[in-house]
């Protein structure tokens, strides 16, 4: 079957760095996506990972071992803006996005 | 390019209701998905359809859920009769080709079923 696992909740300070996890186990693995989920909103593209290794954009980098089923997105210089849900998902086969269940990050002053 | 658009934003209904959610594209792009969210089970892919027809309805949850893409620029989610339990917010996406274009999610229809 296919499953992701990424922790529920985080905490973290303004201006700090957070590190959230998700590690999968699917079939047909082509891929791993970052999307970021504010309260009542859409999920919004952050980062797209197919290849071992790290990917920088700014603030937000992702980072994936194809070899353990790992991945992580590093966010720096946290802001109160980056209060909302990140949402790890696999892609499998051509099209098909296998979403994890998100963590939701909280930002405190 | 106004993104997806999504109608209603809002819908409560009762249980037996018939209940269609629409969905336009931002055109150009000809991959259409639709996504139900709940607390318990995050994000799900119910349907998708490439140049309008249904490629992959696999998530689908039950015969009481269809699902149409008449033309390009336009797709409707039904469900008749509805139920408590298909209570939670339904999103629309859509990308262009390639393996690595992004899907672009609409801003949902949160349906509640009394």
């Known amino acids: 079957g296919q499953n992701i696992d990424q922790p529920t909740e985080m905490t973290a300070t303004e201006g700090a760095i957070v590190q959230i996890n998700c590690t999968y186990q699917?079939?047909?693995?082509?891929?791993l996506f970052w999307y970021q989920q504010h309260a009542g909103e859409a999920p919004t593209f952050l980062s797209y990972?197919?290849?071992?290794g790290l990917e920088e954009k700014g603030r937000f980098s992702s980072f994936l071992s194809r070899s353990k089923g790992y991945s992580y997105l590093l966010l720096k210089e946290l802001q109160m803006k980056d209060s909302a849900s990140y949402l790890c998902a696999a892609r499998t086969g051509a099209n098909n996005l296998f979403f994890g269940t998100g963590t939701r990050l909280t930002v405190i002053p | 390019d106004a993104g997806v658009i999504q109608s209603p934003r809002h819908e409560v209904t009762e249980m037996g209701q018939e209940v269609t959610l629409r969905c336009k594209p931002i055109s150009g792009h000809d991959y259409l998905f639709w996504y139900r969210q709940t607390m318990m089970r995050g994000l799900e892919l119910l349907i998708y359809?490439?140049?309008?027809?249904?490629?992959?309805d696999s998530g689908m949850p039950e015969d009481r859920f269809s699902a149409k893409m008449p033309n390009a620029s336009f797709s409707t989610l039904k469900i008749q009769p509805s139920e408590p339990r298909d209570s939670a917010v339904y999103f629309c996406?859509?990308?262009?080709?390639?393996?690595?274009?992004?899907?672009?999610f609409g801003p949902g229809t949160r349906l509640t079923v009394l």
């Open positions: 699917t079939s047909g693995f082509n891929g």
């Open positions: 359809f490439n140049n309008n027809v249904p490629i992959d």
């Open positions: 996406a859509c990308r262009s080709g390639g393996q690595s274009d992004t899907q672009y």
């Open positions: 990972n197919v290849l071992d």
